[in-house]
């Protein structure tokens, strides 16, 4: 479950499920506190958002205006916070830093190079999972220097370096 605080008046409650062929994106917009709206999203393999939950926070957004259960002001409130997604943007941003920082520990723990390497790998695998990282499945044959080379590059790349 996550808390999208769009003010101080309005915020988003947002959390994914399960489901038979798939999974969905359940949304609830709370204004002073009161449930207002409710929106899903059904999706069969995966989102192609900016981040987790934007498309069904734009269908309740949609549905609260078209039920004038948010004025047409909120509701340009509610998109800019929508299309900006900072606070979302920020999370990863966070959660990207400590998987780095989980993963560069391998390297103060392990002795040999191919156990840091075998550390940052199941490190990024565990925080990132489902989250688009995709090991090739030659990975295992490759050099220790080149799984390191890829694997530095990678924790590069979430660092933000």
Not at 73 to 95: D, L
Not at 108 to 122: A, G, H, I
Not at 152 to 159: D, H, M
Request: net charge positive; with cysteine; aromatic share 6%.
């Amino acid at each position: 479950m996550k808390i999208f605080r769009i003010n101080k008046n309005m915020e988003i409650i947002c959390r994914a499920e399960r489901t038979r062929s798939g999974f969905r994106h359940l949304a609830t917009l709370l204004v002073n506190g009161i449930e207002q709206e409710k929106s899903k999203c059904c999706y069969i393999n995966r989102t192609w958002e900016s981040y987790e939950f934007q498309s069904v926070m734009d269908i309740l957004i949609d549905k609260a205006l078209k039920n004038k259960a948010i004025s047409k002001q909120e509701e340009n409130i509610c998109r800019k916070f929508i299309r900006e997604g900072k606070q979302a943007k920020e999370e990863i941003k966070n959660q990207f830093k400590t998987i780095s920082t989980i993963a560069s520990l391998g390297d103060v723990f392990c002795k040999t190079q191919k156990e840091k390497n075998d550390w940052k790998l199941r490190m990024l695998k565990v925080g990132l999972e489902n989250k688009g990282l995709d090991i090739p499945d030659d990975f295992d044959t490759l050099s220790e220097e080149e799984k390191t080379k890829r694997l530095e590059g990678a924790l590069e790349v979430i660092r933000g370096d």
